[in-house]
């Protein structure tokens, strides 16, 4: 294949593996593994560097990809770090230090003896896999937690665990490799703590330094906007090659580092940066699982054998449930908690590449001979797609199971509390749609509540605020105040929550139509007459809310002769007791008009006064 080809091919794919995945509710990093595999099948690119400086496919291949991949992983890590808020920490922080100290230490140790027994390994080769396999990481759980959608403690527990956890299973890999292969006759624990010590010092403080120098810079205007990105990714992956010369895989620990000092300072909005990062980090993803996938030899992974499914299943089904319970005994997490938190260890991009990495360098190492070394990167690609498919599949039902998760996210996240949304609300919540109001007013708010809706009073603009928010069963979001510039802000702040397809406001009153363009908007709701305003005044003539069912008998042409005056603004699916869980709620936009069937429901504003009792 023309090296060429391949860079165009591997982009294309990643992203049409991560589509394909967001259409079929897939877990898009199983797909990305399995093209990985069927593009190695054709090409491998060890061989296409290789050829590219005449070299050996064996040794030159590696040594030019794996460090174009640590700087991938470098990036991956510093997305990961910026997602990290200290707020998120009164919640999760006793258990995600537990689970990054106290269970991974359980995992390490439960890993090891299970390779041990499983493959036949040595004891050091085992304490190496052992370190490894104690990484989950964010490439993994930060896609399957948007999938999942539980509850915010879990949630948080899980991120703070996923991001952590990779740069300390990568500095215990090294540890054990340092001690325990490279020089075995000299181990001693005073060594080995001065080496973590080290590592962690250097990361530590390079990643805080880098964060110091970005954030003044940026504040003091040293840096011109439109370089806020590139260059808070330039200095991460500087400090991370400076760090990793000092200190091998401390690099991992000062872009972790420098993510959350830039996340969490308040001197300045990050938001650019942050969306930055996060489109280079999808595409870092996939395209590092395809490449990573296609440097797997399927004939290897099948001499693993009965082997590695049974070491595989002792990871899921006893490795990991025993490190979290060990370690999260009294945190006060619950038990259903616990056992979500139990199932949910998917392996990702930093146990692929660590794992490559000292298979390598086991291999170049004359002082090194060890029987299955040669396994271990294969051994642990299988722990990867093996997890992947296993908890992708199974984390939503297991999850639903336990009451963590609300399959119909059919939800409504409502900003503004007017008398009239209120009413708006109350229907919304009557068809058996979850309805948060959210506004300023307290009065308004207060109304709200008396009502029987759950409200908020804060600001929906305020990040904190939107963090508190309880979002279990929200999946659209509505702005509905009498402020469009408001409605379009609120919009664009909840955008990365909820999509652009599920954000939605009022339509603009007629006079601020050539003030504001299109594209700060969200989908604008019900049709292009219906303003806040112009609601308004339909509710003080006698209009209301009502939800009506249509079927083979009423159909929606004979609601629409019922009703000569009316406005649908939504469609419900399946409102029946008996399948409220399958409840689907559809909200009327002025570019999509509403096309009820037999079956549905439907939520229009109607004037009463003027309905024909013929009809």
């Not at 990793?244 to 401390?250: N, P, R």
């Amino acid at each position: 294949m023309d090296f060429l080809f391949y860079l165009a091919l591997i982009p294309a794919l990643a992203v049409a593996a991560q589509w394909l995945a967001w259409r079929t509710n897939l877990p898009g990093i199983l797909l990305l593994l399995l093209i990985g595999v069927a593009v190695g099948g054709l090409s491998r690119p060890d061989d296409l560097l290789a050829d590219l400086v005449d070299g050996d496919p064996t040794i030159t291949g590696p040594r030019i990809l794996f460090p174009l991949v640590s700087l991938a992983v470098a990036v991956i890590m510093l997305e990961g770090g910026l997602s990290l808020k200290l707020s998120e920490l009164r919640e999760a922080g006793s258990p995600a230090f537990r689970l990054c100290t106290l269970g991974a230490a359980v995992t390490a140790i439960a890993a090891t003896i299970a390779a041990h027994f499983c493959f036949d390994f040595t004891w050091r080769l085992s304490a190496l896999l052992g370190a490894i396999l104690v990484v989950t990481g964010p490439t993994v759980i930060g896609p399957l937690l948007h999938q999942v959608k539980p509850s915010r403690r879990v949630a948080n527990t899980l991120k703070w665990e996923g991001i952590v956890i990779d740069p300390i299973g990568a500095v215990l890999a090294v540890l054990v490799f340092e001690i325990l292969l490279l020089h075995p006759g000299k181990a001693d624990l005073g060594h080995g703590v001065m080496l973590l010590g080290w590592t962690v010092l250097v990361g530590a403080v390079l990643g805080a330094l880098g964060g110091w120098v970005l954030t003044h810079g940026i504040r003091r205007y040293l840096i011109p906007d439109h370089l806020h990105g590139v260059v808070s990714l330039t200095t991460a992956l500087l400090l991370f090659a400076v760090s990793d010369h000092f200190a091998h895989e401390s690099g991992l620990i000062t872009v972790t580092v420098l993510g959350i000092w830039l996340t969490n300072q308040h001197e300045f909005d990050i938001e650019h940066i942050i969306e930055f990062q996060e489109n280079l980090r999808t595409l870092l993803i996939g395209c590092l699982f395809i490449v990573l996938g296609s440097r797997v030899d399927i004939s290897a992974v099948g001499q693993v054998g009965w082997a590695g499914l049974l070491f595989v299943a002792l990871l899921i089904v006893l490795v990991r449930p025993l490190s979290v319970f060990v370690s999260l005994l009294g945190s006060g997490l619950n038990f259903r908690e616990q056992t979500f938190i139990a199932m949910l260890a998917p392996r990702g991009i930093v146990a692929a590449a660590v794992s490559s990495i000292f298979a390598l360098r086991i291999e170049q190492t004359a002082e090194i001979s060890l029987s299955g070394a040669d396994q271990l990167a294969t051994i642990t690609f299988l722990v990867i797609i093996s997890t992947v498919a296993f908890y992708g599949l199974l984390a939503s039902p297991i999850a639903q199971a336990l009451g963590l998760s609300d399959p119909n996210r059919n939800g409504v996240l409502i900003a503004g509390a007017d008398d009239w949304v209120i009413r708006f609300a109350l229907e919304l919540k009557k068809a058996g749609c979850p309805v948060v109001m959210i506004d300023t007013n307290y009065r308004k708010v207060t109304k709200a509540k008396l009502e029987g809706l759950e409200a908020i009073c804060a600001n929906i603009m305020n990040e904190h605020a939107r963090d508190e928010l309880s979002l279990s069963g929200i999946g659209h979001m509505m702005a509905m105040t009498p402020n469009d510039e408001v409605n379009s802000l609120a919009v664009r702040e909840c955008r990365s929550i909820f999509g652009r397809a599920k954000t939605y406001q009022l339509t603009f009153k007629s006079d601020n139509r050539r003030g504001m363009t299109r594209h700060l908007m969200g989908r604008e709701l019900f049709d292009a007459t219906l303003t806040h305003s112009k609601i308004s005044q339909l509710v003080a003539q006698g209009f209301e809310f009502k939800t009506t069912a249509i079927s083979d008998e009423f159909t929606f042409q004979d609601f629409q002769n019922l009703y000569a005056e009316q406005h649908v603004l939504a469609i419900i699916t399946d409102k029946t007791p008996q399948n409220n869980e399958r409840m689907s709620l559809t909200l009327v936009t002025a570019d999509e008009a509403a096309e009820p069937k037999p079956g549905d429901a439907v939520l229009a504003l109607v004037n009463p006064l003027q309905s024909d009792p013929a009809s």
